[in-house]
């Protein structure tokens, strides 16, 4: 202990000055009440690490319940409300974000610089006069159009993307194949953030109506539907929209994930319409083009004109007319069985088809030959839905292509000759069945479904030989 005097000299005479014990203090006596004795934060703080004990113990408990019972997680996450919070929250996120992926895109300019920077610094191939490029040029192109146009280029510039493409035996890519996988990278990249903006709910899918709006933004940029009327946009966005759900939209849930949109034949379809000469392209292509106007018009046309009664469905006598009467009565029976919905009351058109399922149709049979197409008719021609056709269901089906086969004035057919040349042709892994895994695998499922559906494909089938060979001669001078 020390003493002192109240100036700071020391001295012998002063009268040491006494410290009161601790435990008479009131300050010390309430912070020991408060941290040491097990009350206040010191308390605090244990409870807090007991509790973090006790979670992480219940934590690993229940994750190797979990392993050992084979569980399925959560998947299911409430979306948040209307006008909450959290909903504000979301779209505010939402939005700057594809703000920030927009602006990263190259623009036309941008584009059409690094076009202008590829060929001033290419070389030239002797061989075939194509402009080609070796790395150490494409490294330099890079530095001249981060300078042009940004550093918003250099990710096309990467080693990994030089690696993509084809080189000579000098190392060389052609610089046409890199500038149009640029620009379809923008092009995917651009219309993903389109969609984007229009899920309205932010879970990677389309609804019909958010698809629809999707295309009618396209059309002002699409050089052969700028002429559209307007009294038509409506309409022909229906029918669009419907082939994007019919491929993309399989298990038709009513909402196609944008992933499938992008990567689909689809899309690339309905891009081909930015040609702007009506030159280059034909009527022929214009036609089979599900997506331009002239394919629209034509599926209106034919509705109508199969609604006699002007109802805006179609009853099986209506729809036994399609294609001139080519299908059989039992593959209309079955579509309607399959594919088209009852009615709610059950009268009325409670068994007629609308216009929805009328596009269904129509896209099955003009697109045969793809998975879904051939999904859709497998179905109908599966008479008893046991997931394969017998023999009994092949004669069962051609016996009514046989009968207006013959009601054409053709040759007479034998059903079991056609038979087996449709076994052959599938050639099934159980040959005593044929399931759909059969069609897809033989490459020829789209033939044989028009085989067993409509006498007009069965006489192309038939006479294969000779519009192969009509199709090879050259046409004739005059």
């Known amino acids: 202990m020390y003493s002192g005097s109240s100036d700071g000299e020391g001295g012998h005479d002063a009268v040491p000055r006494k410290i009161p014990p601790a435990a008479s203090m009131p300050w010390v006596r309430n912070l020991r009440r408060f941290i040491g004795n097990g009350a206040g934060l010191g308390s605090e703080a244990l409870m807090e690490l007991e509790t973090k004990r006790i979670l992480l113990e219940i934590f690993k408990e229940r994750q190797q319940k979990n392993a050992e019972a084979g569980t399925i997680p959560s998947f299911y996450k ?19 974000f594809l703000k920030k992926q927009s602006d990263l895109l190259l623009n036309a300019d941008d584009l059409d610089a690094m076009w202008v920077c590829l060929r001033e610094n290419c070389m030239i191939d002797d061989a075939t006069g194509a402009e080609k490029m070796n790395y150490e040029d494409f490294c330099h192109i890079a530095s001249v159009c981060t300078e042009q146009i940004g550093p918003k280029c250099r990710r096309f510039f990467s080693p990994s993307n030089f690696m993509k493409f084809e080189k000579d035996e000098s190392g060389r890519i052609a610089i046409l194949p890199f500038y149009l996988y640029v620009m379809r990278t923008v092009s995917l990249t651009q219309a993903r953030i389109d969609m984007s903006e229009l899920d309205e709910d932010s879970d990677g899918f389309l609804q019909p109506h958010e698809m629809e709006a999707y295309i009618r933004g396209l059309i002002p940029n699409l050089a052969q539907l700028r002429d559209m009327p307007p009294a038509f946009v409506q309409m022909y966005c229906r029918i669009a929209a419907h082939k994007f759900f019919f491929f993309c939209d399989p298990h038709r849930r009513g909402k196609a994930c944008i992933k499938k949109v992008l990567l689909s034949n689809c899309l690339q379809e309905l891009m081909e319409l930015h040609q702007e000469s009506e030159e280059e392209v034909t009527d022929t292509e214009q036609a089979e083009n599900w997506f331009s106007l002239t394919s629209a018009q034509r599926i209106c046309d034919m509705f109508l004109a199969l609604d006699k009664d002007m109802n805006g469905t179609l009853s099986k006598p209506e729809l036994r007319e399609y294609a001139d009467g080519t299908l059989t009565d039992i593959f209309v029976e079955r579509v309607f069985d399959e594919h088209v919905r009852r009615g709610k009351n059950g009268g009325g058109n409670s068994r007629e088809m609308d216009f929805e399922s009328f596009l269904d149709f129509v896209l099955a049979l003009e697109n045969k030959d793809t998975p879904e197409g051939l999904t859709y008719l497998f179905r109908c021609l599966d008479l008893y839905g046991r997931g394969y056709l017998t023999t009994a269901d092949v004669h069962t089906l051609f016996r009514d ?25 599938v050639k099934p892994v159980d040959p005593l069945k044929i399931t759909l895994a059969d069609l897809l695998a033989c490459k020829q499922g789209g033939t044989v479904a028009s085989m067993l559906i409509d006498v007009r494909g069965f006489w192309a089938h038939d006479n294969r030989e000779n519009l192969l060979q009509e199709e090879e001669e050259p046409p004739e001078e005059e």
């Open 401 to 425: 292509v046989h009968q207006k086969w013959i009601d054409g004035g053709n040759y007479e057919l034998c059903i079991e000759d056609v038979r087996d040349e449709i076994w052959d042709m």
């Open 78 to 96: 409430k979306k948040p409300e209307e006008g909450s919070i959290s909903h504000r929250v979301q779209r505010l996120a939402k939005y700057r």
